[in-house]
Nanobody
Framework: QVQLVESGGGLVQAGGSLRLSCSASGRTFGSYFMGWFRQAPGKEREFVAGIRWIGGSTYYADSVKGRFTISKDNAKNAVYLQMNSLKPEDTAVYYC?????????????????WGQGTQVTVSS
């Protein structure tokens, strides 16, 4: 069982930055794929970014490419999402997720472990 805890959300003005953190525990993560998702009010949860635990290959939704960066710290079992040039449409609850496997995973059904979420609000 993987436990995930997010932190770092908050209120920021458009154009600002936030860094989200995800602390992972409960397993060794050698074969895992870690993802960040977000869910805005009235909308479905959507993929934002993902990273392979081994090798560090990264993947992004088109809507955040060039603005968001996903990274990891193996020693701390942590995954981060650096969010720059934030827009009001980035407002959502952001979730960290984990799944075991060697592929690229971008749908909610692919992930078995989820954090509780952290609110990000971007004001115009």
């Amino acid at each position: 069982q993987v436990q995930l805890v997010e932190s770092g959300g908050g209120l920021v003005q458009a154009g600002g930055s936030l860094r989200l953190s995800c602390s992972a525990s409960g397993r060794t993560f050698g074969s895992y794929f870690m993802g960040w998702f977000r869910q805005a009010p009235g909308k479905e949860r959507e993929f934002v970014a993902g990273i392979r635990w081994i090798g560090g290959s990264t993947y992004y939704a088109d809507s955040v490419k060039g603005r968001f960066t996903i990274s990891k710290d193996n020693a701390k079992n942590a995954v981060y999402l650096q969010m720059n040039s934030l827009k009001p449409e980035d407002t959502a609850v952001y979730y960290c997720a984990a799944t075991r496997g060697g592929g690229v995973y971008t749908t909610t059904a692919d992930f078995g472990s989820w954090g509780q979420g952290t609110q990000v609000t971007v004001s115009s």
